[in-house]
């Protein structure tokens, strides 16, 4: 798990990235699904899961259950994967690192509905507009070589631009 202090890069092999992530993804999926809440939507977001993106070479997975299903996934969670330090944890959402993996693999837990509940629509926004993706690549580019807290930072409110959040 990268840390705040870590310096962003960028992957050199954008192509074996997003291979190793589906990858990743699928055995994910397959390790856990039935041991989640049944309704739960198991998606694979972040820059892997778009065509184009630029990524530092992880894999982002977002958990999106009903605000009653929430308890049980978490417990789940809780107890199958590492706590995710650098996220707040709060009522609704929660992030986790799953181990055992050949590349970082990170875990978001989220209420469908939840003003957190944002990662498919961002992913489907990237998706939907090249032009976005050539700006989050651009923004992407100009924080490689700093912290990963410089970059979170300006990834955050680029998304909130994106979503008008």
């Known amino acids: 798990m990268s840390d705040d202090s870590t310096l962003f890069q960028l ?3 954008l192509d074996e990235c997003r291979r190793q992530a589906q990858v990743a993804f699928e055995k994910w999926r397959r390790q856990h699904a039935r041991a989640l ?7 694979h977001v972040g820059a892997t899961a778009v065509p184009g993106c630029e990524t530092k070479g992880d894999l982002d997975v ?23 330090v650098r996220s707040a944890r ?19 837990l989220v209420v469908r509905g939840d003003k957190l509940d944002q990662f498919s629509a961002f992913r489907d926004a990237l998706i939907a507009d090249k032009v976005l993706v050539a700006r989050y690549n651009a923004l992407k ?8 807290a410089q970059y979170r930072d300006a990834k955050a409110e680029f998304i909130k631009t994106v979503l008008g959040a």
Do not use: C, K, W
């Not at 809440?37 to 998606?43: D, F, G």
């Not at 929660?94 to 978001?108: K, R």
């Not at 580019?141 to 990963?148: E, K, L, P, Q, T």
């Open 90 to 108: 709060r009522e609704g959402f929660a992030a986790f690192i799953a181990p055992g993996y050949a590349l970082e693999v990170g875990v978001q």
């Open 37 to 43: 809440p049944a309704e739960a939507l198991i998606e």
């Open 141 to 148: 580019r100009a924080y490689r070589g700093r912290s990963m």
């Open 11 to 13: 992957s050199p092999d």
């Open 62 to 84: 977002a958990v999106r259950v009903a605000s009653a299903d929430f308890p049980a996934a978490l417990a789940y969670l809780d107890t199958s994967h590492q706590s995710n």
